[in-house]
């Protein structure tokens, strides 16, 4: 499911629309060195499709394969421009979206659906950024912020949606609703398939860590999958980092019982795209058995990956970077300069020889906090 051919094919479909760039790779020599690793590599996704955020790779291709196989077609037979025509519009209908978002998936997919003349529905959890409300207003959805945390919010959304005949793209799973988020998973292998190429280009043939951040787990699930199809035995050690107050992941390796755990409450966190409570099953599957560290991290550590990678040390590109995307690179300087970072990081090998890959998995996408945060010193919610 997440192999490199479904890259190469998801990759293909990406390709075609005009927004379509691979983003930077950042190569932080003298990071590396200050936290004596060998390579500090650093995916900025805040470059990607100009929406500040990675998520707009699953929505669109989840969107496009739903158009495809509405026409009878596989995905390779399609392209952006071929699915906004008119002929493809008359054939299919008319056709609204929906889902929840913390902000980036919401926004990628009613840019999706704008591409293809299409509506979009969307729905927020409370306590979202009013800023990330207006983006995705801004892409002609219908976007409201509810009085529900993130995995409430999904299933009002889900129950809405079935009662109006809209069709729901979600990125996370439960039973029975698998098919849309396995599609998601396969849009983001775009990102990794272009990180491999970009690491092979500067002779890093095979990163030894790669860090990955988890809300429901779609996002890590997709890069580990990608990568463990692609290296096999010499795979990568991965590293899952979630925020304290939603870490569901951490909480299920802990349980220690194979099952998925959730986390209930408010999931109140600096790392709004990391604020999910429940696991995605598929991804669980993966994530259960993979990674060799789950990290659970209170918001001070996001906030200092934001500031490491917003003032770099000169001579180093600067990557803007969210909370929700520093999150790795804070715990990456916790675990290499912390005294209390010592255990963990002898017993997962870091060190002078190791070449890390984290994912900055958005930009700035609430200005004000981003702000709040590396301007003025913000450590919390
Ligand atoms: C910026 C950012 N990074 C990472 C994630 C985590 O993705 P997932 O929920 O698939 O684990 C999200 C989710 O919305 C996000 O917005």
Redesign the pocket.
């Known amino acids: 499911m997440l192999s490199r051919d479904v890259a190469e094919k998801v990759r293909n479909f990406h390709s075609t629309f005009e927004a379509y760039t691979p983003t930077p790779l950042a190569r932080l020599n003298n990071l590396a060195t200050h936290f004596g690793l060998r390579e500090v590599l650093v995916k900025d996704e805040s470059y990607r499709f100009g929406l500040n955020?990675?998520?707009v790779l699953g929505g669109s291709y989840a969107v496009g394969e739903y158009l495809a196989r509405k026409l009878g077609k596989s995905i390779t037979e399609v392209s952006c421009d071929s699915l906004k025509s008119q002929e493809v519009r008359a054939a299919v209908g008319d056709i609204t979206f929906a889902s929840t978002t913390?902000?980036?998936?919401g926004r990628g997919l009613a840019w999706a659906a704008q591409q293809f003349n299409h509506k979009a529905i969307i729905y927020m959890p409370k306590g979202s950024d009013p800023v990330r409300l207006e983006n995705i207003k801004s892409h002609g959805a219908q976007c409201t912020i509810s009085e529900l945390n993130y995995d409430d919010c999904v299933r009002m959304a889900w129950d809405t949606a079935q009662k109006n005949d809209w069709v729901t793209v979600q990125?996370?799973a439960w039973d029975g609703y698998t098919e849309i988020p396995n599609l998601i998973m396969q849009g983001y292998t775009t990102l990794a398939l272009e990180a491999l190429e970009q690491m092979q280009a500067i002779d890093v043939n095979r990163p030894t860590h790669v860090l990955l951040?988890?809300?429901?787990?779609?996002?890590?699930g997709a890069m580990l999958g990608f990568f463990m199809s692609v290296f096999g035995k010499d795979a990568p050690t991965f590293i899952l980092v979630e925020p304290e107050a939603a870490n569901c992941f951490y909480a299920s390796a802990c349980a220690n019982d194979g099952k998925p755990h959730a986390v209930y409450g408010d999931l109140a966190t600096l790392m709004a795209?990391?604020a999910?409570g429940e696991p995605n099953p598929t991804s669980w599957e993966i994530l259960r058995d993979y990674p060799l560290a789950y990290a659970s991290c209170t918001d001070d550590i996001a906030a200092k990956g934001m500031r490491i990678l917003g003032a770099p040390i000169k001579g180093d590109q600067q990557v803007v970077s969210?909370e929700?995307?520093a999150a790795t690179i804070g715990f990456l300087n916790w675990i290499m300069q912390e005294e209390e970072g010592c255990e963990a990081r002898e017993k997962i090998g870091l060190n002078e020889n190791s070449k890390v890959l984290c994912i900055s998995?958005?930009g700035d996408t609430s200005p004000q906090t981003y702000r709040d945060v590396v301007w003025f010193g913000r450590e919390k919610l």
């Open positions: 955020a990675f998520k913390d902000g980036n998936h990125d996370t951040q988890a809300g429901v787990g779609c996002f890590a795209g990391l999910c969210g929700s995307g998995t958005e």
